[in-house]
């Protein structure tokens, strides 16, 4: 009788590890429902989506999750920016763009934006669900041809690695994306935004950081970059570093890129933001994460400050740290990206300028489907935006319409 009982106590013991029977861990945290079926399982699309991810392949897109004009904005950027040699990376312009033979991919979600109703509504369950969907479709090589075609399937390049661009997704559902990878041992690596730029921060300012991040006052006022925050300190053992969340000030338009203003004392109106809080901390730095704003028009303002005495200029040097900086955080999220392809061998090496693409999710499918995209089926404004913000990703658009027609 012991016998058998120590026989059973054994085989318990062994059965998580035996082939076919190891069941998935849940986290102290609990992830989403989704999340919980494809982890566990390995006969669902999904789990064998994953499960043929190649995270070696440099011959994958990288794909930006946020809304469309935050994606038009960024893909401009990483198509542009020339900041580095192509050959060894350092810090020179060469005439060749950082991101040369790259595809810059966008998920342009007219299905479920804006993502501040999901917040504000109290579902955030809903968006965390979006998010992973948004990811696993980056991942998946089909979409289909159409907003009522889908049965037939074209095929699209697979992400190589998806950028958490907004901090809606970042704040719900990175942690369930982070979950799905890890436990289904899918090495599909994911840059999140606010993370980036925090860690942009801390990489100049090593320490306690005060952190003061700009962003519009919906965004702002949702908490999403604090819930981030939290967790990011939390993941590193920082409990002292704190953030604080700028709304664009009432003279807004005086920074935006159109019509900046080196004049302008914007600058003031959003550290008033900070005083009226009780805050006393002198900042660190300041992210800025709206890509309407000139920087220059911030750090003019800034330097007003510093060099012109009075009692009102000294009243606002008390609020930032000697060693302040504006930190660009569309360019922390290129710079990291970068770091990431050159230091796992992921660039294509192709000598060719880069290419922004996109596909958009399908209005009539059920939960989330990706679809070839048609500039032309954009709405006036959105158009008449990308066209102005994001130029040479706008003619790119055109002419991918343009071939595809056949032309």
Partial sequence: MKTKFQLLLAFLFLLPVLPGCRMYQSSPRPTIPLVERVINDHQCAEHQLLAGFDAKNPHGDIVLLDTPERCFYLSERFVTCDERDNVDGHAMVDLLPDFAGERITSVIDLLYTPYDRFVTADNASALREVTVRAALSAVDTACCLGPFDHERRSRKPAAKLIILSSPYMAANGGFDLDTLFRSTGASVPVLSAPEVMFSRVKKTHPGAVNIGVLSDSLTTACGVYQAVFKDWCRKAGDSYSTLFAFSMPEDADSLSLSAADLSSDAFKQILDQYSRAGKSSALTALVVDEHSVCIDS??????????????????????????FEFIDGARALTDACYQYLRENNLFTHNISYPVAAAYVTSPEAKGYLLMDFDVNALPVEMTDNLQRTAPATFKMYVQDQYHARGN
């Fill in 298 to 323: 911030l750090r003019a303002s800034y330097q007003r400050i510093l060099s012109r005495p009075s009692d009102e200029n000294a009243f606002y040097r008390k609020m930032l740290a000697k060693d």
